[in-house]
């Protein structure tokens, strides 16, 4: 059974910092692109950021350019998103997702997690 499950979530003040984890089981996901996204209440599911099988490419979402980062390691079978410079407005649920590069920039995926929470105070 293919699972995705994040970690890393938590209250954090504005223009702090947070690091959340995907770690994959159930199947190897170095051969997959993988990728975050976040909704937060009442509104949509968004794309935040996209790396490629081999980390060459990364997508981000205006929003968070210049303060997330997205990076892989293959060998454990994990993705994570580097938060800096928090704002309130990126206060969401953060889920992590693979599929193919273009699909999940696109907003697709084919496996998702449930989901960490990320809340950012003012």
């Known amino acids: 059974q293919v699972q995705l499950v994040e970690s890393g979530g938590g209250l954090v003040q504005a223009g702090g910092s947070l690091r959340l984890s995907c770690a994959a089981s159930?199947?190897?996901?170095?051969?997959?692109?993988m990728g975050w996204f976040r909704q937060a209440p009442g509104k949509e599911r968004d794309i935040v950021a996209a790396?490629?099988?081999?980390?060459?490419?990364?997508y981000y979402a205006d929003s968070v350019k210049g303060r997330f980062t997205i990076s892989r390691d293959n060998a454990k079978n994990t993705v994570s998103l580097e938060m800096n410079s928090l704002k309130p407005e990126d206060t969401a649920v953060y889920s992590c997702?693979?599929?193919?590069?273009?699909?999940?920039?696109?907003?697709?995926?084919?496996?998702w997690g449930k989901g960490t929470l990320v809340t950012v105070s003012s």
């Open positions: 997702a693979a599929g193919f590069f273009s699909k999940l920039v696109g907003g697709g995926m084919d496996y």
């Open positions: 159930g199947r190897t996901f170095s051969d997959t692109a």
């Open positions: 790396i490629s099988w081999n980390g060459g490419s990364t």
